[in-house]
């Protein structure tokens, strides 16, 4: 089951314009979201996260949304860059029980 | 169409022993990444491996840690002589191509060692 999902499988914005990666969730006990970013042939690093407690945190370029009532968080990178160009996954944790959940990942290509 | 197998799904361990964490890719994938994840970090990149190849293992600590892919049968993470430390999430990801980023991942085995 899909408990994690990313509805838009690519995304293509222009150089330093602004991305807006979106992820829903079904499991209301999930407190801990990530979101990983992958370039070919290299495995997801990590990039950002958010407790449920918080609505936002901002890292540099990278920002990240969470509206529980809604079960939506969103990734924004203002200015986008080409090299942030890569498959970004969300991912969603619950520590009641130790369950991490990832999405499908979005394609974002970011061109010149 | 079964996504990426992993078992177990929780594994304790007592110090000392040895755990061996699976993972089976997804139909018509023959790479296979395992990764790390420890307490408030994300995932760490251990291992990359082929049908009986290993192509990258920068991630692995150099000793107890080893990985298999045989040409039948799941991929396989081995930890000899665990320690505390080694508790952590393990998870599996597998793709088709090397070059594919559409890398699926398995739901991990969570090793808690007592």
């Known amino acids: 089951d899909q408990q994690v999902k990313q509805n838009s499988p690519s995304l293509s914005v222009q150089e330093g314009r602004i991305s807006i990666l979106n992820c829903d969730y079904t499991?209301?006990?999930?407190?801990?979201f990530l979101w990983y970013k992958k370039y070919p042939a290299e495995g997801p690093t990590f990039l950002i996260s958010i407790s449920s407690i918080k609505d936002k945190n901002e890292d540099g370029r990278f920002t990240v949304f969470l509206n529980k009532s809604a079960k939506h968080l969103s990734l924004h990178i203002v200015p986008s860059q080409p090299g942030d160009s890569a498959v970004y996954f969300c991912?969603?944790?619950?520590?009641?029980?130790?369950?991490?959940?990832f999405g499908a990942g979005t394609r974002l290509t970011v061109k010149p | 169409n079964a996504g990426v197998m992993q078992n177990p799904r929780h594994l304790v361990r007592r110090r000392g022993q040895e755990a061996r964490l699976r993972c089976s890719p997804m139909k018509g994938h023959s790479h296979v990444y395992w990764y790390r994840q420890l307490p408030e970090e994300g995932l760490k990149f251990m291992v990359y491996l082929q049908k009986e190849n290993i192509i990258d293992e920068s991630g692995m600590p150099k000793e107890r840690f080893s990985a298999e892919f045989p040409k039948e049968g799941p991929s396989i993470l081995r930890i000899q002589q665990v320690v505390r430390g080694d508790s952590a999430a393990y998870f599996c990801?597998?793709?088709?191509?090397?070059?594919?980023?559409?890398?699926?991942f398995g739901q991990g085995t969570r090793l808690t060692v007592v």
């Open positions: 991912a969603a944790i619950s520590y009641n029980n130790n369950d991490m959940r």
């Open positions: 499991n209301s006990m999930f407190d801990y």
């Open positions: 990801a597998s793709s088709r191509d090397r070059g594919n980023t559409e890398a699926f």
